[in-house]
Nanobody, 122 residues
């Protein structure tokens, strides 16, 4: 069974840094776009950053200049380096990826990770 496995969340003081990681487990054929989303208590899930298979990145305005998304193609892993963290960055962060599961099919499946809690104290 294919899953996205996240790691790197935790508690950090304002101004600090954290790095999140996410990679698929199980048998996959390809990885297309990957990204990170977050959901704060009482709010809707929102986009944080995405990266295409070609390396094109996109960021929410609220994190531009502070967060960096990157990927290791050999490991099928996506990272989110978060610097200058603010209390308003507190949320559950979810990894998202479009995965191809078989060489004979071009269909991509949308997967989500289980979420990892990031808490920024003031």
């Amino acid at each position: 069974q294919v899953q996205l496995v996240e790691s790197g969340g935790g508690l950090v003081q304002a101004g600090g840094s954290l790095r999140l990681s996410c990679a698929p487990s199980g048998s996959i054929f390809s990885v297309n776009a990957m990204g990170w989303y977050r959901q704060a208590p009482g709010k809707q899930r929102e986009l944080v950053a995405t990266i295409t298979s070609g390396g094109t990145t996109n960021y929410a305005d609220s994190v531009k200049g502070r967060f960096t998304i990157s990927r290791d193609y050999a490991k099928n892993t996506v990272y989110l380096q978060k610097n200058s963290l603010k209390p308003e960055d507190t949320a559950v962060y979810y990894c998202n990826a479009d995965l191809g599961l078989a060489s004979w099919s071009a269909h991509l499946y949308d997967y989500w990770g289980q979420g990892t809690q990031v808490t920024v104290s003031s």
